[in-house]
């Protein structure tokens, strides 16, 4: 099982990753906007500076970036994205994201580390949230040795590991593990953390798409525990 005590992982050597820094940073350094930057990094609660590119040309660019480039390994792909996690602006780490997202289904339960540094370096929503769905998910969901360590997670001091686990099954649908998904919930239930709380309340309105009637009866239940905006959440759509 991957090691889950925290510590950095190594970056492994890759020349895939060399090449797409190379242009990564060619690229984006150039369409730099500082005035967008500004308001971008205020937005984002100065989290992380921002190079100040739209969604739109970042894409562009990104793509770019990428092309005619081979597939990646398990270890391309890890030293991506810890050496972009190493650059201050925001945009390198949305590359990443958008990287691993792109090609998890091309690495195996050696990743969870990785993610766990993301997940736990310059931590918000905008990347925690992808990293779990779209990241953490999958290779929870290929490898189901790895739901203990979301076990760990959900009862972690940080929240933004509780987080990931709450929302690591946003995509299962029907595969859900709703044993955990309503246990997390309620482990969490009583926590002060706005994000915490949002995330309980997604998590189960994601559910309530695939099994409404177990949600609302598991929101029932629990009612006097969970927070007014968890309940708002869940019941959103019902």
Not at 57 to 64: D, N, Q, Y
Request: charged share 25%; with cysteine; proline share 9%.
């Amino acid at each position: 099982m991957p090691s889950n005590d925290g510590r950095p992982p190594r970056v492994p050597r890759s020349t895939l990753a060399d090449t797409l820094l190379e242009r990564l940073t060619g690229a984006y350094a150039p369409a730099a906007d500082p005035a967008r930057a500004e308001a971008m990094t205020g937005y984002m609660q100065h989290v992380a500076p921002f190079l100040g590119i739209p969604a739109p040309l970042r894409r562009e660019l990104s793509r770019a970036v990428t092309k005619n480039t081979p597939r990646p390994s398990e270890a391309d792909v890890a030293a991506l994205a810890l050496r972009c996690w190493r650059l201050p602006e925001r945009e390198y780490h949305y590359f990443a994201v958008d990287y691993l997202r792109r090609h998890v289904v091309r690495c195996s339960s050696g990743l969870l580390p990785v993610a766990r540094h993301l997940i736990t370096t310059v931590p918000w929503w905008d990347t925690v949230d992808l990293l779990a769905a779209h990241t953490v998910g999958p290779l929870v969901a290929a490898d189901p040795d790895l739901a203990p360590v979301m076990d760990e997670w959900i009862g972690s001091e940080d929240p933004w590991l509780a987080r990931t686990a709450l929302l690591h099954q946003l995509r299962r649908k029907d595969t859900t593990d709703v044993g955990r998904l309503f246990a997390y919930c309620r482990h969490q239930a009583g926590h002060p953390d706005f994000f915490l709380r949002k995330a309980i309340g997604w998590a189960l309105r994601e559910y309530a798409k695939t099994d409404p009637d177990a949600v609302r009866a598991f929101v029932d239940a629990e009612r006097a525990a969970l927070s007014p905006l968890s309940v708002r959440e869940a019941l959103k759509n019902l």
